[in-house]
């Protein structure tokens, strides 16, 4: 080495001891089969999109890796003797990402928005609740009645800037159905741990830490880059190859090449999701059926007939490959402590014809069917394993699967209930019976009332509702299990519904990603550590 290289050796050396380096960017590429079509959070009540905004909107409450309610905007709460009443008492110096402050208004304002018409989660606040304003900090909640889980679905009602709707004309939710985009569902405002600095729909959102966030971030990211991927095949390999580090779901043939891969491992376990078909039995005559004059499935052995002609096991070990538990219930047995003494009706593709026979259609008929194919596992490919199926008892179903954004502004309120048979997948957002009962089983003949919101179908039955409101402000432990087994005994018995299964949790994660994985698959990625 020269005198003049020691020399500038020497130099860098003593510049660098004097100089701290800054690290890189830490950024964690994320791919989901299915898109992020509107970034309003009352558009869609989604599992996969409810936890693409949660890293930029926050609830009141919030629920930790463990689904365990936790304070979030709220600091605490108290409730009234006669339950009546619950005084929220807010958190204090936290900013909306562009600097306006979180104050009760905004917190009153997003009580009404979440309750009118085009919003998805109208069941999360009570129609007939009041919303008091004490201070700027605190309000009252006032109820026509007791509501000791009226808090327990505040996790995923996200809380929008007041000041920011109005000033943008969004102070309306935007629709499922919507054609035309509004300013919240291309732009977000949020309180939360990452502000969204671009976004593009089908095609890419990028995240960006919030280094002013009110709480101590557990990741240690400095961007959060999502994707949608829709071919299973380019999204394993975009995994395997490191250009993503997190996707969801692997594919279930794809599992044993993950796990068998040097740089990537399938997070598994299973999901409080059930997946489940319905059917319109609310029209005189369905809308996509040959039968005209009349709806089949408003006869319960039409109904009878379809459940028993779907062999679950087939789609267990074919469509699924064993990643599935077949259930009987609309309600995982994890979160029904009665759950497990319901059988589910055995396959009889002989007994469905009978079925379909003594109900007048001996030849069978035909009718549409609407399906997701980027939403669930393997969701096309239940629905066509099903049309197969009732093919075989006589019936021709013609399958309609598409985008999940479609479908949704299709089938859900803001499009009309738009379908006579249907694949769903539910997970209750208080992790508790009541929510299936009044949101997925509950009438939905009140338009005051939020009942039956998410019944496409519309399945009705009164001595259902009837204890349906029993058991929301019933204390005994053993007396509400009780109750809550009636009203799914009556479901189960007028063959409502036809639940499929829980499906299983399968997260392909890069070895240089920690991620914490929680049983209602929300893909949360301020939990993420980063190599």
Not at 186 to 207: C, D, M, R, Y
Request: hydrophobic share 35%.
């Amino acid at each position: 080495m020269t005198i003049r290289s020691k020399l500038l050796v020497a130099t860098v050396a003593t510049l660098m001891a004097g100089v701290a380096v800054p690290a890189m960017a830490v950024t964690l590429r994320y791919a989901n089969q299915g898109d992020l079509k509107s970034l309003d959070p009352y558009t869609v009540n989604e599992t996969t999109t409810n936890a693409h905004l949660g890293h930029v909107y926050e609830g009141l409450t919030r629920r930790g890796k463990d689904l365990a309610i936790q304070p979030s905007l709220a600091e605490r709460w108290e409730i009234s003797e006669d339950g009546l009443t619950w005084r929220f008492f807010l958190r204090k110096n936290v900013k909306f990402h562009n600097g306006n402050p979180f104050t009760a208004d905004d917190v009153i304002f997003s009580a009404n928005r979440v309750r009118a018409q085009g919003s998805n989660f109208q069941t999360r606040v009570p129609t007939t609740s009041e919303w008091v304003k004490i201070d700027d900090y605190t309000i009252d909640v006032k109820l026509k009645s007791p509501n000791p889980i009226l808090n327990s679905q505040w996790d995923t009602w996200y809380i929008l800037d007041k000041e920011w709707a109005e000033a943008n004309n969004a102070a309306s939710p935007t629709p499922a159905a919507a054609t035309t985009p509004s300013y919240a569902s291309l732009n977000a405002n949020g309180t939360g741990p990452f502000k969204i600095e671009s976004h593009q729909p089908g095609v890419k959102t990028v995240f960006k830490t919030n280094k002013e966030w009110w709480d101590k971030a557990e990741h240690n990211l400095d961007e959060i880059v999502f994707t949608p991927i829709g071919s299973d095949a380019t999204r394993v390999a975009a995994l395997l190859s490191g250009e993503v580090d997190v996707i969801e779901p692997v594919p279930l043939q794809d599992i044993q090449r993950v796990n068998s891969s040097a740089n990537a491992k399938v997070q598994s376990g299973p999901e409080l999701r059930t997946i489940f078909l319905g059917m319109d039995q609310t029209r005189d005559e369905l809308l996509f059926s040959n039968v005209k004059g009349k709806n089949p499935f408003k006869d319960k052995r039409v109904r009878e007939a379809f459940f028993k002609a779907i062999d679950i096991e087939t789609i267990k070990s074919r469509v699924m490959r064993g990643m599935s538990a077949p259930s009987a219930l609309m309600i995982a047995p994890e979160l029904f402590v009665h759950g497990k003494d319901f059988v589910r009706p055995k396959y009889d593709l002989e007994g469905a014809k009978k079925l379909l026979v003594d109900a007048g259609y001996p030849s069978g008929f035909e009718v549409g069917m609407d399906c997701p194919n980027d939403r669930y596992v393997n969701d096309e490919a239940i629905c066509q394993a099903v049309v197969s199926m009732l093919a075989r008892a006589g019936v021709k179903v013609n399958l309609m699967a598409q985008p999940k954004a479609q479908y949704f502004g299709k089938v859900l309120k803001s499009g009309n209930y738009n379908t006579s048979f249907y694949l769903l997948g539910w997970t209750p957002g208080t992790f508790d019976s009541h929510n299936v009962l009044h949101d997925i089983e509950g009438c939905r003949d009140n338009p005051q009332s939020s009942r039956g919101e998410s019944n496409l179908g519309n399945f009705c039955n009164k001595q259902h509702d009837e204890l349906t409101d029993k058991i929301l402000v019933e204390s005994n432990k053993e007396k509400r299990d009780q109750m809550i087994k009636e009203a799914f005994q009556i479901t189960f018995d007028e063959y409502g519904y036809i639940p499929l299964h829980q499906q299983a949790l399968a997260w392909g994660v890069s070895n240089k990603v920690k991620l914490s994985q929680r049983a209602d698959n929300s893909v949360l990625l301020y939990w993420a550590k980063k190599e």
